[in-house]
């Protein structure tokens, strides 16, 4: 069974950066494709950028582009999101979530396994 166990969230002031991780305990059919997902108080849970296991390029949404890179290291069982130039817009709980069909990557009933979530705060 796969687990996912986010870290590194904190509090940091606009225009500065924050690298997030997602250890993942094995690499399945069930995590051909690993997201980041965040959700704000009173708001519904958007995806933030996708990376698919087999290759093909990584997909972000419009709101991030340019600011954020997901990576992953194999070596390391990890998947990365490298978040630069944050706005306070940016805060919220994010969650990395893993799926075996990759079709639709934002919507969340494609993931049938999520972490905990790391919180990050974006003071202005």
């Known amino acids: 069974q796969v687990t996912l166990v986010e870290s590194g969230g904190g509090s940091v002031q606009a225009g500065g950066s924050l690298r997030l991780s997602c250890a993942v305990s094995v690499y399945t059919y ?22 698919y296991t ?5 997909r972000y949404v419009d709101s991030v582009k340019g600011r954020f890179t997901i990576s992953r290291d194999n070596a390391q069982n990890s998947v990365y999101l490298q978040m630069d130039s944050l706005k306070p ?36």
């Open 30 to 51: 069930s995590t051909n494709c690993v997201a980041w997902f965040r959700q704000a108080p009173g708001k519904k849970r958007e995806g933030v950028a996708v990376i």
């Open 54 to 58: 087999g290759g093909g390029r990584p």
């Open 89 to 124: 817009e940016d805060s919220g709980m994010y969650y990395c979530a893993a799926a075996s069909a990759c079709g639709t990557w934002l919507l969340t009933t494609m993931y049938n396994t999520w972490g905990q979530g790391t919180q990050v705060i974006v003071s202005s």
